[in-house]
Each structure stands twice: as C-alpha cells, then as structure tokens.
C-alpha cells in the first residue's frame, strides 16, 4: 500500500510527463483498436459477400470446362468422338432454332436446351467422387440455356437483342425481324433436392415459399428473385418450361455472387425435359474436414481428367471493388501503421520515463541511502510507467472504441464486386457469347450474379479487443519502466546524492 | 520509561543477524559495544584513473566507538564528504578497508550493503532530501517500507517519532508546507525510524539559520543519547565543533588532528 501510494503521488507530481507519455501510448493504442476494429469490420463485410458464394455447406464444385489455348487450339481435339457429338448437339441450335431450314412465314413456337460452357458428364461420376477418401458427401447439377422461341419467320435481316443467358437476372430477351420472332432465353438448373444443403440453390436462399421437398411432383420450380421481378412472377404462379407448366413453389435470393439461375427444378425432371438423361455439369462436394479441402480438391483433380476442382478459397479470391482494396490496405498498411504507431508510443513513453529518472537521480540515491534495494527501487520506477501504461491504455481504448462509433456513425458503404472471367471458351465451341465462363464462379453456378454490392462497414471493437489493447499499452509501460530502471539501477548512490537538481 | 526510539529490540537483533548472514567471516554479536562501530585502515579514495586521477583521501586510520559522538571538519575539499560517504557505504574504498560493525564493506554485495544502510545507519542530509510528495509521516516511514515492517506498526512508529522531534501536529503536511528546521526534524524523525546504530549527518545545520540550527543540533545530540547510537556529523560549525566531545579535522584527504575534549 505504501509503495502504492508513493507512486500515485509521483506520478500526480509529474502530471504534465505522466499525461504525455499516456497519451503517447494511448494513440499508439487507439491506433491498434480502431484498425483492429476497421479490420474486423471490412472481413465481416466480405464474409457477408463470401457467405452466398461459399454456400452452406459446400466445400468445392467439380465442372468440366471447355478450354482453350490462347492459339484457339486443344478443347475439342482433346475429346472423344462420341463427347465431340453430343457437345455439337447440346450447344447447337436446337431443332426450332434452325430459321434456314424454314420458310418465311412459317409460325414458330418451340422450347430449345443447350449446355453452356461446362461439359457435361455422367451422373454416375457422383458417386465416384463421393466414394474418393474425405469426401463426405457429393450432390450433382445439370444447369442448361432454355430458349423458348415463338413468331413467324421473317423476310427481313435480324435486329440482335440482349445477351445470352446469365448476367445480372435479368434473362436476355429479343426479337427478330420487327418483332415477328420472340426469344426468351432463360437459365435453369437442375438440383438434386435431396441433398439441399449442398444444391446450388438452398432452402435458406429462399425468400418467399419453400424449398423442394423430396416426395412432391416432378414439376416444381423455385424462380429466382430477380428473375421472378422481371417476370412478375409470384409463388403459386406457374412457369413454362419446354413446353410443360411448372408451379412456381418459392422465391430465391440472388444475391451478389451467389446463384444466378433464373429457374431451378429438380435434377431428374429437367434431364427428362432436356433430353440430358443421366448428364450433369457439376458436382458439389462437402469434404469430411475444413482443413482437408485442399488435399481433396487434388485428389479429384487426379481421378477426373479435365475436371476443374472450384473452392471457396477460389471464390473469394474473385471478390474484388473497394471492399478488398480497402481490406487490403487495412491489412497491410493500417497493421503496419499500427505496428509503427504502438511501437513509437512505446519508445516516447521509454524515452520520458528515462528523462523522468535522470531527473530524480537525487531523490533515487536518496531511496537508496535510506536502505532501499536496487529492486525497491527498480519496483517503484516500473510500478509509475505500469500506471501510466494503464492510463495511456484506458485512454488509448476509449479513444479507439469512439473512432469506431464515429466510422459507424458516417455509414462507411463500400462496394464489394465480383467479376465476370468471359473467355472465349464458349465461343470457340459454337455457344453463345453472353454464356457462362468456362469454370463459371460460385460453387457449380451456371451463372454467377455480377455487378457490383454496396456493403456499410460496421466496425465493433470487441471486448478482447479493447482488453488486448490495454495489455499492450501496460506492456509499453513496463518496457518504458525496464529502460527507465536499468537507469535507475545503476545509479551508484553517493554519485547521486552528489547530483544537484 | 522507555521511548520510541529504545534500543535494542529483539526485531533489531533479527534484523542485524539478517544484515550479516553472508559475511565471510563471523559477524560480532549484534551491539557488540567492543566492537568498534568504525574501523578504517589505510582508507584512500581515487576518483578517475592515470593523470585526470584525484585523489579525495588518502591513508586515513580511524577507530570510532560506539556511542561515539564525532565531528569531521575540514576546508572545502579536504575530503569530509567522501570520508562521510564510506562511513555509510554508500561508495567503496580504493585502497585500504572500512570496517563497520565488524564487517568489511568491501566485501559485501550490493543487497548487503542496502541492508546494512537501511539496518545499521540512519542518514541526515544538508538539504534534507524528503521525498516531496509525500507528508512528513509518510518520509518518516519511507525506511521502513523495505523491511516487511507491517503497515501499522510502521504507522504508529513514525507518528511517535514525529512526536518525539515535536512535529506531532505536523504528520500530514507534505514538506513543502513545512519550515526548513521541521523539514530537518522529519529527516532526523526518518534517519531513527529503523533504530539505527549509527547516525550519519552531512552539514545538518548548513541551511538553517543559527538559532534553528542550534535546535537541531541538540536535538541529534539528545536523540543520540537516548538511543545509544554513534552520532558522526560533517560541519563547518563553529558551534558543533565545541558541542562534539571528538573533532576530526581533515585536510588534503589526510587526518590532520583527532582531538579528543577532555571530560570532567
């Protein structure tokens, strides 16, 4: 108590060096708590970018792409004749499309299927890759191009409308010759519902009425957000879908990044209506383990040739905007400014405390000629920078925590974007060129939703934060308390009493 | 009747047992009053080396006694502080040995030697040298805070010997709001407060005027007495020259005259 009280009283006596090394330590501190604070803030918003992406359990998507060299080589003389045949046929015009082999004039009222960019293969390939060790479960997808084509033949040249399927949820519509032909091209995507949790869509997308369910009929369709508003579409409503009706069972979300089909069915009744018997175009994989991802994203690379192993590293590694330049400058130069800040807070605190003991050498060898130890004395000199420390902490914490209110109070908005990567891939195989990448992005979307998010960053300094934020200016004190007493330690005391002050 | 500031106690013992347990050679009983309190043999002090070397004393020999009451005078210079200076171990010869209470300071270690400063010597300095933030009972405790002296008993030891030196009233004024005679009072109240063997004081009445200083001289003198301890002051005073029974005059860092007052 005594020394306690010995050392509040100094450090009252020395009040304008006491509040300068505090608040040396405190910026050094509020440094690291509103960094820390924005840091945390800027990954939960790219979590909230990431969350659609990454699914809720899904660990990676396997697809086949169709690629090619820059020299518009390899692709297709890489697969077998009979691969060779169906890829013509399921990414060529379907049989109502073919406007040369008809007579102007003619009505036309057809429903057409066509792959995009990824492959298909057998729906067999599923359980060979749920059989490969550390996968815990796998569901496949089939996701089509559904053109619906209605009108007559026209004499006349053709007007191009909108892209190909995907983009941003609006499905590209057009017309030919003065609107006497009309297109509607949609995305659909075939889902194996018994396994919701790793679909391509998922029962905690949907926004308005409910999920598959696994004994229901065969022509039910979840439509997505933005496609049902565009469509003025609502659930209970039905939907065409190569030529049959479909009853509209719920709304899902789209968000950015995340699914962007504008139809969803059950897996089996689309490779019905699309003549894709026993085809998917991709598989999602749960692994056993988070940190086993990588090592089974090889493993199916290895036993699937051509296969693309898409994980949600991957994926994250597509979000960009100034939410990722913004997070990696905060992870960069805000840690290094912080790391630089504390570290010179720690040395002004170091420098006052060694000034402070070189102007009390006397009092010191006066402690020490009334019997005080060297450690009596290296005690009260550490246990005033501990004070100051803790000050400069405190401070420094409250000083970072209003930071971070005043960041949240501004409504901080960053747009987070996720990118298309168009190749030419599926150009080059005869599809169209508004198609999906080859790959495509999120885990086994035909389509992703691009464009860009405007995410508000919410900063919240936590509770360990803060504490943490404390120790280090505490810490700065001590170290500040060490240099200042060696100092103090190595006074010899009749050199120091012979000092004037 | 005995007062605060009775000597010995069985904590002393202790203490001074505690003070000594490393000593090399086997430490003379506790208030052994045939042990000389000081012994200096052929004591020199050198401060720097090779031609910027000053020499601050040179083959001093002196004996002091317990309850010995000595003044070391001299001109500016010749070596009275440095002498002072060793007498309280507070730095270590060059050549030669100090002695006190039986035990060659040379040869002890950093933490014995705080422990014989805090156990066996109280200090009194010229310009008091309390501790400014602190009131007079708190400076008056400050010895004590090292010992394991439990806060209450330190407590009620330094308000009696705030009472002894007649600053009862004075316990919880800092040292600013004190006289430089009741500031001297409280440094004297200190100097006591581990019932010390020896007192040591450095010009005690140097920044007093004559009257207060006269005050404070008899009131070390009493102290002292009453507390049997060794009284060792430098001074330039006229006055405490003729009050001290042995008056050792220094020049050039040499013993020039120990001259003893005869009693009686």
């Given at each position: 108590?005594?020394?306690?009280?010995?050392?509040?009283?100094?450090?009252?006596?020395?009040?304008?060096?006491?509040?300068?090394?505090?608040?040396?330590?405190?910026?050094?501190v509020?440094l690291?708590?509103?960094?820390?604070?924005?840091?945390?803030?800027?990954?939960?918003?790219?979590?909230?970018?990431?969350?659609?992406?990454?699914?809720?359990?899904?660990?990676?998507?396997?697809?086949?792409?169709?690629?090619?060299?820059?020299?518009?080589?390899?692709?297709?003389?890489?697969?077998?004749?009979?691969?060779?045949?169906?890829?013509?046929?399921?990414?060529?015009?379907?049989?109502?499309?073919?406007?040369r082999?008809?007579?102007?004039?003619?009505?036309?009222?057809?429903?057409?299927?066509?792959?995009?960019?990824q492959?298909?293969?057998?729906?067999?390939?599923?359980?060979?890759?749920?059989?490969?060790?550390?996968?815990?479960?796998?569901?496949?997808?089939?996701?089509?191009?559904?053109?619906?084509?209605?009108?007559?033949?026209?004499?006349i040249?053709?007007?191009?409308g909108?892209?190909?399927?995907?983009?941003?949820?609006?499905?590209?519509?057009?017309?030919?010759?003065?609107?006497?032909?009309?297109?509607?091209?949609?995305?659909?995507?075939g889902?194996?519902?018994?396994?919701?949790?790793?679909?391509?869509?998922?029962?905690?997308?949907?926004v308005a009425?409910?999920?598959?369910?696994?004994?229901?009929?065969?022509?039910?369709?979840?439509?997505s957000?933005?496609?049902?508003?565009?469509?003025?579409?609502?659930?209970?409503?039905?939907?065409?879908?190569?030529?049959?009706?479909?009853?509209?069972?719920?709304?899902?979300?789209?968000?950015?990044?995340?699914s962007?089909?504008?139809?969803?069915?059950k897996?089996?009744?689309?490779?019905?209506?699309a003549?894709?018997?026993n085809?998917?175009?991709?598989?999602?994989?749960?692994?056993?383990?988070?940190?086993?991802?990588?090592?089974?994203?090889?493993?199916?690379?290895?036993?699937?040739?051509?296969?693309?192993?898409t994980?949600?590293?991957d994926?994250?590694?597509?979000v960009?905007?100034?939410?990722?330049?913004?997070?990696?400058?905060?992870?960069?130069?805000?840690?290094?400014?912080?790391?630089?800040?504390l570290?010179?807070?720690m040395?002004?605190?170091?420098?006052?405390?060694?000034?402070?003991?070189s102007?009390?050498?006397?009092?010191?060898?006066?402690?020490?000629?009334?019997?005080w130890?060297?450690g009596?004395?290296?005690r009260?000199?550490?246990?005033?920078?501990?004070?100051?420390?803790?000050?400069?902490?405190?401070?420094?914490?409250?000083?970072?925590?209003?930071?971070?209110?005043?960041?949240n109070?501004?409504?901080?908005?960053?747009?987070?974007?996720?990118?298309?990567?168009?190749?030419?891939?599926?150009?080059?195989?005869?599809?169209?060129?508004g198609?999906?990448p080859?790959?495509?992005?999120?885990?086994?979307?035909?389509?992703?939703?691009?464009g860009?998010?405007?995410?508000?960053?919410?900063?919240?300094?936590?509770?360990?934060?803060?504490?943490?934020?404390?120790?280090?200016?505490?810490?700065?004190?001590?170290?500040?308390?060490?240099?200042?007493?060696?100092?103090?330690a190595r006074?010899r005391?009749?050199?120091?009493l012979?000092?004037?002050? | 009747?005995?007062?605060?500031?009775?000597?010995?106690s069985?904590?002393d013992?202790?203490?001074?047992?505690?003070?000594?347990?490393?000593?090399?050679?086997?430490?003379?009983t506790?208030?052994?009053v045939?042990?000389?309190?000081?012994?200096?043999?052929?004591?020199?002090?050198?401060y720097?080396?090779?031609?910027?070397?000053?020499?601050?004393?040179?083959?001093?020999?002196?004996?002091?006694?317990?309850?010995?009451f000595?003044?070391?005078?001299?001109?500016?210079?010749?070596?009275?502080?440095?002498l002072?200076?060793l007498?309280?171990?507070?730095?270590?010869?060059?050549?030669?040995k100090?002695?006190?209470?039986?035990?060659?300071?040379?040869?002890?270690?950093?933490?014995?030697?705080?422990?014989?400063?805090r156990?066996?010597?109280?200090?009194?300095?010229?310009?008091?040298?309390?501790?400014?933030?602190?009131s007079?009972?708190?400076?008056?405790?400050?010895?004590a805070?090292?010992?394991?002296?439990?806060?209450?008993?330190?407590?009620?030891?330094?308000?009696?010997?705030?009472?002894?030196?007649?600053?009862?009233?004075?316990?919880?004024?800092?040292?600013?709001?004190?006289?430089?005679?009741?500031?001297?009072?409280?440094?004297?109240?200190?100097?006591?407060m581990n019932?010390?063997?020896?007192?040591l004081?450095?010009?005690?009445?140097?920044?007093?005027?004559s009257?207060?200083?006269?005050?404070?001289?008899?009131?070390?003198?009493?102290?002292?007495?009453?507390?049997?301890?060794?009284?060792?002051?430098?001074?330039?005073?006229?006055?405490?020259?003729?009050?001290?029974p042995?008056?050792?005059?220094?020049?050039?860092?040499?013993?020039?005259?120990?001259?003893?007052?005869?009693?009686?």
């Amino acid at each position: 108590m005594f020394y306690l009280s010995y050392m509040l009283s100094e450090v009252r006596r020395r009040r304008g060096r006491t509040i300068l090394t505090a608040l040396g330590l405190a910026v050094g501190v509020a440094l690291v708590v509103t960094v820390s604070a924005v840091s945390s803030g800027l990954d939960d918003a790219q979590q909230e970018i990431l969350a659609p992406l990454t699914g809720v359990g899904t660990d990676m998507s396997v697809t086949r792409p169709l690629t090619v060299s820059s020299d518009g080589q390899g692709g297709l003389g890489d697969l077998s004749p009979a691969e060779q045949r169906r890829l013509r046929r399921q990414a060529g015009p379907g049989p109502g499309l073919n406007l040369r082999d008809r007579k102007p004039g003619t009505k036309i009222n057809a429903d057409t299927f066509s792959a995009t960019s990824q492959l298909t293969f057998a729906s067999a390939r599923t359980a060979k890759v749920a059989a490969i060790n550390g996968v815990e479960s796998a569901a496949g997808s089939l996701t089509l191009s559904a053109n619906h084509i209605t009108g007559t033949v026209p004499k006349i040249d053709i007007t191009q409308g909108a892209g190909g399927p995907g983009g941003s949820g609006a499905p590209p519509t057009g017309a030919f010759g003065n609107g006497s032909i009309r297109f509607d091209a949609r995305s659909v995507t075939g889902v194996d519902q018994s396994q919701p949790d790793i679909a391509p869509v998922t029962p905690s997308q949907i926004v308005a009425g409910a999920y598959f369910s696994a004994t229901g009929p065969s022509r039910q369709a979840i439509v997505s957000s933005a496609y049902a508003g565009t469509k003025n579409i609502a659930v209970g409503d039905t939907t065409s879908l190569g030529g049959k009706s479909f009853a509209v069972i719920g709304i899902a979300s789209s968000p950015i990044g995340g699914s962007a089909s504008d139809i969803y069915v059950k897996l089996a009744t689309l490779q019905r209506i699309a003549d894709f018997t026993n085809q998917i175009s991709a598989i999602q994989v749960r692994a056993k383990s988070a940190g086993d991802v990588s090592a089974v994203a090889s493993r199916i690379s290895a036993s699937f040739a051509g296969a693309q192993v898409t994980t949600a590293a991957d994926l994250a590694a597509r979000v960009g905007g100034s939410l990722k330049d913004t997070r990696d400058l905060s992870s960069t130069l805000g840690r290094v400014l912080a790391i630089v800040g504390l570290v010179a807070a720690m040395l002004i605190a170091s420098l006052l405390t060694l000034a402070s003991v070189s102007k009390r050498v006397r009092e010191l060898g006066t402690l020490k000629a009334l019997g005080w130890s060297r450690g009596a004395v290296v005690r009260q000199i550490s246990g005033e920078s501990l004070i100051q420390g803790l000050l400069g902490g405190i401070v420094g914490a409250l000083i970072g925590v209003i930071a971070a209110l005043a960041i949240n109070a501004t409504g901080w908005t960053l747009q987070a974007s996720v990118a298309d990567t168009a190749t030419t891939a599926t150009q080059a195989a005869g599809g169209s060129p508004g198609a999906p990448p080859g790959g495509g992005f999120g885990l086994g979307q035909a389509a992703i939703t691009t464009g860009s998010k405007a995410v508000e960053i919410s900063t919240s300094p936590s509770f360990g934060l803060i504490l943490l934020a404390i120790g280090l200016a505490v810490l700065g004190g001590l170290i500040a308390g060490a240099v200042g007493s060696l100092r103090a330690a190595r006074l010899r005391p009749a050199a120091a009493l012979r000092t004037v002050e | 009747m005995t007062t605060p500031t009775d000597l010995p106690s069985k904590d002393d013992a202790a203490i001074m047992e505690a003070a000594t347990d490393s000593a090399p050679t086997p430490a003379p009983t506790p208030y052994d009053v045939s042990v000389p309190i000081y012994d200096l043999q052929g004591v020199a002090k050198v401060y720097g080396s090779g031609g910027s070397a000053v020499t601050a004393l040179a083959d001093i020999d002196l004996v002091i006694e317990p309850r010995d009451f000595v003044a070391i005078v001299g001109a500016s210079g010749s070596g009275k502080t440095t002498l002072l200076q060793l007498l309280g171990a507070l730095d270590r010869p060059s050549a030669g040995k100090v002695m006190c209470n039986g035990r060659d300071i040379q040869s002890m270690s950093e933490g014995e030697l705080s422990r014989l400063r805090r156990d066996v010597i109280g200090f009194v300095f010229q310009q008091f040298n309390l501790i400014p933030t602190l009131s007079a009972r708190q400076n008056v405790e400050l010895p004590a805070a090292p010992t394991g002296m439990s806060s209450e008993e330190r407590r009620t030891r330094a308000v009696e010997l705030l009472a002894a030196v007649g600053l009862a009233a004075r316990e919880d004024h800092l040292p600013s709001q004190l006289s430089g005679g009741e500031q001297q009072r409280v440094a004297i109240a200190r100097a006591l407060m581990n019932r010390p063997r020896v007192l040591l004081a450095d010009e005690p009445t140097g920044n007093l005027d004559s009257a207060t200083g006269t005050e404070i001289l008899a009131l070390l003198q009493k102290v002292a007495t009453e507390n049997e301890q060794t009284l060792v002051l430098i001074t330039h005073e006229q006055a405490v020259t003729e009050a001290a029974p042995r008056v050792v005059t220094l020049r050039d860092g040499r013993v020039l005259s120990d001259t003893t007052a005869s009693t009686g």
